[in-house]
């Protein structure tokens, strides 16, 4: 909990590498996110009839059913993906990073 | 077995859990049997499951980390099932089968945009919970700021968020449970109000999370049971569903497609907001990230909570699709057997009716006990969080600024539970016949302008002042209540005035700019020492909320 941990943890080269690369991940998965779905939005509100093509010719499925259905799953999966990432990735260098402002 | 047996049975079936309902027609004709046996059978075993886990979490619960947090001892995907828990509600699973019945694809437009939250919340926040927080929200952002100011206004957020979401929690606990049990309409709000204060005060967060669970996977079950009984009717094809259901909805093919619900671009993105941001400052969302020992366990949360909110959000839409063609054409099912009138029961009830058509008596008696027993998770959820806000916020930190022992702490968030319950059942009691539709969007309303930004610049934002905070926080608050207030839901359909004085619904989409700005422009002109104090704490802060380290119970597991 001491001050010079965390004054030993921040001037490790490695916080900074690994702060920046987590960042620009999770930032960047939020505006992919963000962008989608103000789209969606967007297009709900203003221009409803796109998503009204039926899915083929004589259908009742409209595309608007496996794009809504693909958004919900398509974020799921994103999720995924962070957690993939920071398994593997961030909470090793993370432990490391720990471990050496203890010694 | 679904011949014209069924229709027989089902009416009588019908007029027999309907009969209690003032507006049930030619009531007089039929016997009156106002009591659901197999939903309040199913519901007694569901309470004395509960209460069994409550006595066992209760003799689990030693410590205040015990009582707030479950001791952080609650799994990743535990915890997942239980974020679901709180988030699928009693309105999630009737209202949007509801909608969707009435309006089809709109009411699959709100299960994206509450979907859409979780995604930001992982990526943006959910590790930084964790890593940061204790046992409210308020410990983040008070982390650097001044406890007794900002620990106050974040308790007075939490606190709205909680008696506002009670208030529509209770008054459609009570309408339900009278329309599915039964029951007189004070005595369902008095069960929930009981039920709710004994898991909180004896069982605490580990009994709260478990009726989560529980709940969690009856809903999901009992849905999917639903929904396969109804799409074998269909074959298993969604296009064989959709063609009938579009054949028969007197709106034709304009429900496969967005609708005229969300066609006003600024209620569309107002909406949007308020459910995203909103979600990320609910407190009893946010206080699950306290449970789990560490970020890894959080994420892992999150990642099972989006699957459960997810497949449960195309569940309940492809129910009220499959309500439009099994419930819309029987007769049995509306008022006086005219399927253009009034369904029985109300806009809410395709959900229930569509189990009754495919499944029986017992399978609504199940959908409805699960109801009910959603209502209580929920409640209990919001209980949990409003009584830390009072104990751990305002007596332990504000009041005693943390010179408090842990018994006396956890006491007062018993008795402060115990004050929310009675709270909750006369709140639920005086506002049975008013329309508390608009106290959801309130409650997320404010979530999202006065917990959300405080919440998110404290971690995100080195400049943020406590005077920032504070500031930023009541305008949130202040304003989002204002524009519900002035809107159509409270000031015409409540107040009873002819027109709204403002004309959009969603706060968020003004209130929660209008915050972050406050916060920005309050921090930045304050020069005082304090504020430069609070800005130079900010950078230990990061490196905990980034690195895990020096995290409440973060060692132990």
């Known amino acids: 909990m001491s001050t010079d941990v965390y004054e030993r943890i921040r001037s490790n080269p490695k916080f900074a590498e690994l702060v920046t690369k987590r960042t620009r991940f999770a930032v960047g998965l ?26 083929w010719t004589g259908a009742a499925t409209t595309i608007a059913v496996p794009i809504g259905a693909g958004i919900i799953w398509f974020f799921w999966l994103l999720i995924g993906y962070y957690i993939y990432r920071a398994n593997r990735d961030f909470d090793g260098i993370n432990a490391d990073i720990v471990k050496e402002a203890m010694k | 077995m679904r011949g014209s047996l069924r229709s027989g049975v089902s009416v009588l079936a019908l007029a027999a859990w309907t009969s209690c309902t003032l507006a049930a027609p030619a009531a007089g004709e039929i016997q009156e049997q106002p009591l659901n046996v197999h939903a309040i059978v199913m519901f007694l075993i569901f309470v004395a499951a509960t209460l069994g886990i409550t006595y066992w979490a209760a003799k689990r619960t030693r410590t205040a980390s015990d009582y707030y947090a479950a001791g952080g001892a609650i799994t990743g995907t535990q915890n997942g099932l239980a974020i679901a828990g709180d988030y699928m509600s009693a309105a999630t699973l009737l209202g949007i089968t509801g909608l969707v019945y009435s309006k089809g694809y709109d009411g699959f437009i709100y299960g994206i945009a509450f979907f859409a939250c979780w995604p930001i919340i992982m990526f943006l926040m959910a590790e930084r919970l964790r890593n940061l927080g204790r046992f409210t929200f308020a410990d983040i952002t008070s982390y650097r700021l001044d406890q007794r100011k900002v620990r106050t206004m974040a308790a007075i957020g939490s606190l709205a968020v909680v008696v506002f979401y009670l208030i529509a929690q209770m008054v459609g606990a009570g309408q339900l449970i009278k329309l599915l049990f039964g029951l007189p309409y004070w005595l369902a709000v008095v069960v929930v109000g009981v039920m709710m204060v004994i898991y909180v005060t004896y069982g605490g967060m580990l009994a709260t999370s478990w009726v989560q669970i529980i709940k969690a996977c009856l809903l999901l079950g009992g849905g999917t049971i639903v929904l396969g009984l109804a799409m074998s ?59 789990v020992p560490n970020a890894r366990q959080a994420r892992k949360s999150v990642f099972v909570a989006t699957f459960c909110i997810g497949f449960f959000f195309c569940v309940v839409s492809l129910m009220g699709l499959s309500a439009i063609v099994i419930v819309g054409q029987n007769p049995a099912y509306f008022e006086g057997g005219n399927i253009a009138g009034t369904m029985i029961g109300g806009t809410n009830m395709p959900a ?38 009072l104990s751990h916020d305002i007596y332990a930190n504000a009041i005693k600024l943390g010179k408090v022992s842990e018994g006396a702490e956890v006491r007062v968030s018993k008795m402060s539970s115990l004050g929310l319950g009675v709270l909750a059942v006369l709140l639920g009691i005086l506002f049975e016949n008013l329309n508390v539709a608009f106290t959801v969007g309130l409650a997320f309303g404010i979530a999202a302008s006065c917990n959300f930004p405080v919440l998110f610049l404290s ?62 422009l309050v921090s930045k002109l304050d020069t005082s020492a304090q504020a430069a104090k609070e800005r130079a704490a900010f950078e230990d802060q990061y490196v905990r909320a980034q690195t895990g380290f020096g995290a409440a119970g973060a060692v132990s597991r």
């Open chain 1, 30 to 55: 939020s505006i992919l996110v963000l962008v989608i779905f103000y789209g969606f939005i967007l297009v709900v509100a203003f221009a409803p009839t796109l998503l009204a093509k039926p899915l």
């Open chain 2, 233 to 291: 009717q269909f074959g298993f094809n969604f296009e064989t569903l959709a063609a009938k259901a579009v054949s028969v909805h007197k709106d034709g093919l304009k429900i496969m497609a967005p609708g005229n619900m969300l066609a006003d671009p600024i209620n569309a993105v107002g909406l949007g907001l308020g459910v995203m941001f909103g979600t990320a400052g609910l407190p009893h969302i946010l206080m699950r990230f306290f449970t």
């Open chain 2, 352 to 389: 229930l009716h569509l189990a009754h058509a495919v499944g029986g008596n017992l399978l609504l008696g199940f959908l409805a006990a699960v109801a009910f027993a959603t209502i209580l998770a929920v409640v209990s959820g919001l209980a949990l969080a409003g009584a830390s806000a």
């Open chain 2, 459 to 520: 971690m995100y934002w080195k400049g943020l002042t406590t005077r920032g905070a504070v500031a930023g926080g009541l305008v949130g608050l202040i304003s989002a209540v204002a524009i519900v207030v002035f809107s159509q839901a409270v000031w015409v359909t409540v107040l009873g005035n002819a027109k709204p004085l403002f004309p959009y619904e969603q706060p968020a989409i003004f209130s929660m700019p209008l915050a972050f700005f406050v916060c920005w």
